[in-house]
T-cell receptor, first 110, second 115 residues
Framework: GEDVEQSLFLSVREGDSSVINCTYT??????LYWYKQEPGAGLQLLTY?????DMKQDQRLTVLLNKKDKHLSLRIADTQTGDSAIYFC??????????FGAGTTVTVRA | ETGVTQTPRHLVMGMTNKKSLKCEQH?????MYWYKQSAKKPLELMFV???????ENNSVPSRFSPECPNSSHLFLHLHTLQPEDSALYLC??????????????FGSGTRLTVV
């Protein structure tokens, strides 16, 4: 089955790095995603990683994938106040279906 | 603007009311979805439409009735809802088999409050 779990909250100081963790259960996942939801908005695709990769870097974002442990993480370097949002981890095993976690609310404090 | 527009943004309705949520996408996508977002819970997939045909109904109560007249429009008709149905309802679309690579494009959601 498909089950994605994330911690619900993360508080980080401005300028520090944030690390958001996610675990998933479906070993046949082929793509894994990170979405960002700002207040009053829908989900916006931040980045994704293929299951045959173990790392992907995109400017301040670094995605790490441990396929053996079914663990995905998103690191945000030099966290800014604009990074305050809810971050969702999602996995895809079928063409038309993504399974999402409950989202991690990231609060950036000055 | 993401290219997926949802109306209304906010809706307050009584348990005996009938209302509809609307979603429109201008991206040329052929798959559309309804999700329910409740606090501290994973996003719940409700319905999937592919080329106007419903391909998934995740055991959603019959008080929620979807309609997809064409690939660009999706509705969610609501009647005799319960207070626990209060949530953010998100519409999304994708370009079929490209969904894996590009993921979904979401609208901003309709915040529904049932009183």
């Amino acid at each position: 089955g498909e089950d994605v779990e994330q911690s619900l909250f993360l508080s980080v100081r401005e300028g520090d790095s944030s690390v958001i963790n996610c675990t998933y259960t479906d070993s046949s996942s082929t793509y894994l995603y990170w979405y960002k939801q700002e207040p009053g908005a829908g989900l916006q695709l931040l980045t994704y990683i293929f299951s045959n990769m173990d790392m992907k870097q995109d400017q301040r974002l670094t995605v790490l994938l441990n396929k053996k442990d079914k663990h995905l993480s998103l690191r945000i370097a030099d966290t800014q106040t604009g990074d305050s949002a809810i971050y969702f981890c999602a996995e895809s095993t079928h063409d038309y279906k993504l399974s999402f976690g409950a989202g991690t609310t990231v609060t950036v404090r000055a | 603007e993401t290219g997926v527009t949802q109306t209304p943004r906010h809706l307050v309705m009584g348990m005996t009311n009938k209302k509809s949520l609307k979603c429109e996408q201008h991206l040329g996508h052929n798959a559309m979805y309804w999700y329910k977002q409740s606090a501290k819970k994973p996003l719940e997939l409700m319905f999937v439409y592919n080329f106007k045909e419903q391909t998934e109904n995740n055991s959603v109560p019959s008080r929620f009735s979807p309609e997809c007249p064409n690939s660009s429009h999706l509705f969610l008709h609501l009647h005799t809802l319960q207070p626990e149905d209060s949530a953010l309802y998100l519409c999304a679309s994708s370009q079929g088999t490209s969904a894996r690579l590009l993921g979904y494009t979401f609208g901003s959601g309709t915040r529904l409050t049932v009183v």
